[in-house]
């Protein structure tokens, strides 16, 4: 025969862990919204949902596969990015950067006459120096990542028109044309290499002790340094890391257009940013993925086209890409809120 304290007790114990229940159940829902990946698809299948209701022409994989071709890009230049923000820097040059990067493999082409491989090389090689300066200054010197950057972008806009002189350079000798222009699947080639660029760069911070010391400096410096983590050598090759994937936009750019004009990439690298922070990437530092990027530029682009398709006023397109830009910030602020939450109940 039971107490009426035991009965109080254990029935006080039944609706506590029932509460903890209904709270784990919405905590859960809550999480995969706050989820990077999640919180970007699920506008995406809105946006699509409701284009698609009014224009029946986007529902076609021929205008889908013009949407995915054309984010690669932003989408190389928002890579770079994405390693820069995680270790807890910016870098505003990147699309410059690129716009010099593919002038050079232009002037290699057709001022030095140089074959396919040397070109791209060099292409690669110009945007790994400038992003080397970036490393230094911010690294040996010191200085800010938003003022060296920003610096060295009208520095790679003032080299690019120089050098060109304001003329494109066809590079239409290396005969990459019938590549560029193949389309398996409606794509390009180049999409695929974007795609194998992805998986490359989400191994690498997943699962690779580069990647964890990267996070770990974006966390928190002071405690990678405590932790025998070489903070500068890996800000260092993270800027050089980012200048080649601005190189391989601005290459992307070159080979699909078959010229190098140093009006590619201009305010490349504030869409790209946009694209991190609405793909989950920390705007602090120390979290993200590559996938999150990748869906952050779908997303950016989805909007863009479909806007356009919609024949929404250019002015309104800006005021709701910027709208989407604070979201991002503020789900970015949540989610770190919802992660301290779920530590402090452990």
Same mark, same amino acid.
């Given at each position: 025969?039971?107490?009426?304290?035991?009965?109080? /007790?254990?029935?006080?114990?039944?609706?506590?862990?029932?509460?903890?229940?209904?709270?784990?159940?919405?905590?859960?829902?809550?999480?995969?919204?706050?989820?990077?990946?999640?919180?970007?698809?699920?506008?995406?299948? =809105? &946006?699509?949902?409701?284009?698609?209701?009014?224009?029946?022409?986007?529902?076609?994989?021929?205008?889908?596969?013009?949407?995915?071709?054309?984010?690669?890009?932003?989408?190389?230049?928002?890579?770079?990015?994405?390693?820069?923000?995680? =270790?807890?820097?910016?870098?505003?040059?990147?699309?410059?950067?690129?716009?010099?990067?593919?002038?050079?493999?232009? /002037?290699?082409? %057709?001022?030095?006459?140089?074959?396919?491989?040397?070109?791209?090389?060099?292409?690669?090689?110009?945007?790994?120096?400038?992003?080397?300066?970036?490393?230094?200054?911010?690294?040996?010197?010191?200085?800010?990542?938003?003022?060296?950057?920003?610096?060295?972008?009208?520095?790679?806009?003032?080299?690019?028109?120089?050098?060109? %002189?304001?003329?494109?350079?066809?590079? $239409?000798?290396?005969?990459?044309?019938?590549?560029?222009?193949?389309?398996? &699947?409606?794509?390009?080639?180049?999409?695929?290499?974007?795609?194998?660029?992805?998986?490359?760069?989400?191994?690498?911070?997943?699962?690779?002790?580069?990647?964890? %010391?990267?996070?770990?400096?974006?966390?928190?410096?002071?405690?990678?340094?405590?932790?025998?983590?070489?903070?500068?050598?890996?800000?260092?090759?993270?800027?050089?890391?980012?200048?080649?994937?601005?190189?391989?936009?601005?290459?992307?750019? =070159?080979?699909?257009?078959?010229?190098?004009?140093?009006?590619?990439?201009?305010?490349?690298?504030?869409?790209?940013?946009?694209?991190?922070?609405?793909?989950?990437?920390?705007?602090?530092?120390?979290?993200?993925?590559?996938?999150? /990027?990748?869906?952050?530029?779908?997303?950016?682009?989805?909007?863009?086209?479909?806007?356009? &398709?919609?024949? /929404?006023?250019?002015?309104?397109?800006?005021?709701?890409?910027?709208?989407?830009?604070?979201?991002?910030?503020?789900?970015?602020?949540?989610?770190?809120?919802?992660? $301290?939450?779920?530590?402090?109940?452990?």
């Amino acid at each position: 025969m039971k107490l009426k304290g035991v009965d109080f /007790v254990e029935t006080k114990m039944t609706n506590k862990e029932a509460e903890r229940k209904l709270r784990n159940k919405s905590s859960i829902g809550l999480k995969l919204l706050l989820t990077p990946e999640i919180g970007v698809l699920l506008p995406i299948l =809105v &946006l699509c949902i409701i284009t698609a209701s009014l224009n029946k022409t986007f529902l076609t994989w021929k205008y889908f596969s013009t949407i995915l071709t054309g984010s690669i890009f932003i989408g190389a230049a928002a890579l770079g990015e994405a390693l820069i923000i995680m =270790v807890g820097e910016i870098d505003l040059s990147i699309g410059m950067n690129g716009c010099l990067a593919g002038i050079m493999m232009g /002037v290699a082409c %057709q001022k030095w006459g140089l074959p396919l491989i040397p070109c791209l090389c060099i292409c690669l090689l110009s945007g790994a120096l400038i992003g080397m300066i970036n490393g230094l200054c911010v690294t040996r010197f010191h200085l800010s990542s938003w003022i060296t950057t920003l610096a060295t972008q009208y520095l790679c806009q003032g080299l690019a028109v120089t050098i060109c %002189q304001g003329v494109p350079l066809s590079i $239409k000798a290396l005969g990459t044309s019938a590549f560029t222009r193949a389309k398996p &699947l409606r794509l390009s080639w180049l999409f695929f290499i974007f795609i194998a660029l992805i998986l490359i760069l989400d191994f690498v911070i997943r699962r690779t002790k580069f990647g964890y %010391q990267l996070r770990a400096v974006g966390g928190n410096k002071d405690s990678a340094e405590m932790a025998g983590i070489d903070v500068r050598k890996i800000k260092m090759m993270v800027f050089i890391l980012a200048g080649i994937l601005a190189a391989t936009g601005g290459m992307f750019d =070159v080979l699909k257009n078959a010229t190098a004009n140093s009006n590619f990439g201009g305010g490349r690298e504030f869409r790209a940013i946009i694209c991190c922070a609405v793909g989950g990437i920390s705007m602090t530092g120390g979290a993200g993925s590559m996938f999150g /990027v990748a869906l952050g530029v779908l997303l950016f682009h989805t909007l863009w086209d479909c806007l356009r &398709l919609l024949n /929404v006023d250019t002015n309104l397109q800006l005021v709701l890409i910027g709208a989407i830009l604070v979201l991002a910030v503020l789900m970015d602020l949540q989610r770190k809120k919802l992660e $301290k939450r779920e530590l402090t109940r452990m």
